[in-house]
């Protein structure tokens, strides 16, 4: 544990990571930030080609990389495209790290705001949903409509405010059991749930919709309440300290030994969650644990097809026949090589026409907290995704991703287009209910999904 910020430096990385980059630019047409300037250093070649300066200290570590690195989206598309197979994942929260212990960038409000969110907020569940709680009261009492009016309030403020997401009216542990069981055919698999954290607090539904589908595909559920941040945000944002942290902690708190699987529905989450064994030294306990881990986490999606998902059948044409396209969370499809099962999900939905989205992997802008950090550039991105959606005449856009589920929906909501945007498994549950109008549903406090026509 004590060699961790070694084990995550550019000076201490094996050296074969930054190496195995041979300056091809496949990369090129995939990065987005190097398609909007056309810049090299804005490329995940032109940025490797720094990292490896630092590494083999040609190059002291300036306050421009850090920008740069800050500027990256970390959407992992280079990966994909790579022909070699180079670890950008790895150099790039290596290179996050760095920058977070030269302080290059600090300056009081950075700082406020880093400890506030990431070191203080999202690392305890109990000081989110206490957040989560203030949050919904001042949103219902309609404060959140006053605060532009507000001439006390300094306009970087209001516009952080503005892009406060509405929370949810419960928590997943107030919709979900710790443990439920199939009510209509035998348990086939004892799975674990991970409720995320900001899933939790703005899509419990989501979660809810997912223990429904396993439920009805044979899946015991144990769902412990309370679960907090995985740290996929504080890995990607070079606090790896409290990444390794709250991995211990969530890891503590599920039956590792008596489960199937660990199931994960948030894309971004999933990809961390992957690989926790990547936080610990070679030989502890904790990394023998996060090996087991690593091998029981799967996305849904992937679940789901794995173990032959049971397909809606419904006979009724007076249902509900709405167009349907998908995007491509990036760390679904390039952090986790996860496109076919979300469309083999929602191909299997009867009376839906599924239309495939242009450029459906290319970034939408999220990107966890980049909006808010690198508002230009993510909204070109996020207007540039609403013309593709808009060309598909699709009424359902679907995603994996709360943070890319928020940003298309605001994106959409600002051009006043009638397209839902929803979670591929929330379409599957709804398509459940459908197909099985009589049979009795553990949900509670839960409103039904309005699919358009």
């Known amino acids: 544990m004590n060699n961790l910020n070694s084990r995550f430096s550019l000076l201490s990385l094996d050296p074969t990571i ?24 804005n490329s995940p070649r032109g940025r490797i080609s720094l990292m490896r300066a630092i590494a083999e200290k040609r190059m002291d570590l300036t306050e421009l990389f850090a920008h740069e690195l800050y500027f990256c989206l970390g959407c992992l598309a280079c990966q994909t495209a790579c022909p070699v197979g180079v670890d950008y994942k790895t150099l790039f929260e290596a290179s996050r790290q760095d920058i977070e212990k030269s302080q290059i960038l600090n300056n009081p409000l950075r700082q406020i705001a880093r400890t506030a969110l990431i070191r203080f907020l999202f690392r305890s569940s ?68 991970l409720t995320g954290c900001v899933q939790d607090l ?69 990809s961390h969650l992957k690989h926790f064994s990547n936080l610990f030294p070679p030989g502890t306990p904790w990394r023998k644990k996060a090996e087991e881990w690593d091998k029981k986490v799967f996305d849904i999606h992937e679940w789901l097809v794995k173990i032959g998902f049971s397909k809606p059948k419904l006979t009724d044409t007076s249902q509900p026949q709405p167009v349907v396209t998908y995007h491509d969370a990036c760390h679904l499809c390039h952090g986790q090589k996860i496109k076919n099962e979300p469309r083999i999900i929602l191909n299997s939905l009867p009376f839906i026409r599924f239309v495939e989205l242009e450029e459906s992997d290319h970034c939408c802008g999220s990107a966890g907290i980049y909006n808010i950090l690198q508002p230009e550039m993510a909204h070109k991105l996020l207007n540039k995704k609403i013309a593709k959606i808009k060309q598909t005449a699709a009424s359902i856009l679907c995603t994996a991703n709360p943070g890319c589920l928020l940003f298309i929906e605001k994106g959409l909501k600002k051009q006043q287009l009638n397209i839902q945007t929803v979670h591929p498994i929330s379409l599957l549950a709804q398509w459940y209910k459908m197909a099985n109008p009589g049979e009795p549903t553990p949900q509670k406090n839960q409103e039904k999904l309005a699919i358009p026509k």
């Not at 090129?28 to 909007?36: A, K």
């Not at 944002?237 to 969530?250: H, I, S």
């Open 18 to 41: 930054i190496q195995k980059c041979i300056h091809c630019g496949m990369c090129l047409p995939s990065c987005p930030t190097y398609q909007e300037t056309k810049i090299e250093r």
């Open 126 to 193: 109990f000081r989110l949903r206490t957040f989560g709680k203030m949050l919904r009261v001042y949103q219902s009492i309609g404060l959140d409509r006053l605060v532009p009016y507000l001439p006390f309030i300094p306009a970087k403020l209001k516009d952080m405010m503005a892009q406060l997401p509405p929370i949810a009216s419960h928590f997943s542990s107030e919709l979900i059991q710790p443990r439920e069981t199939p009510f209509h055919t035998k348990v086939r698999w004892k799975v674990g749930l």
């Open 202 to 270: 703005v899509y419990s539904k989501i979660n809810r919709d997912t223990v429904d589908v396993l439920l009805y595909n044979g899946c015991e559920v144990i769902c412990p309440p309370h679960q907090g941040c995985c740290g996929s945000l504080h890995a990607h944002n070079g606090e790896l300290k409290t990444a390794q942290l709250l991995a211990q902690k969530l890891m503590d708190a599920f039956p590792l030994n008596e489960l199937d699987a660990l199931i994960t529905n948030a894309a971004g989450c999933g």
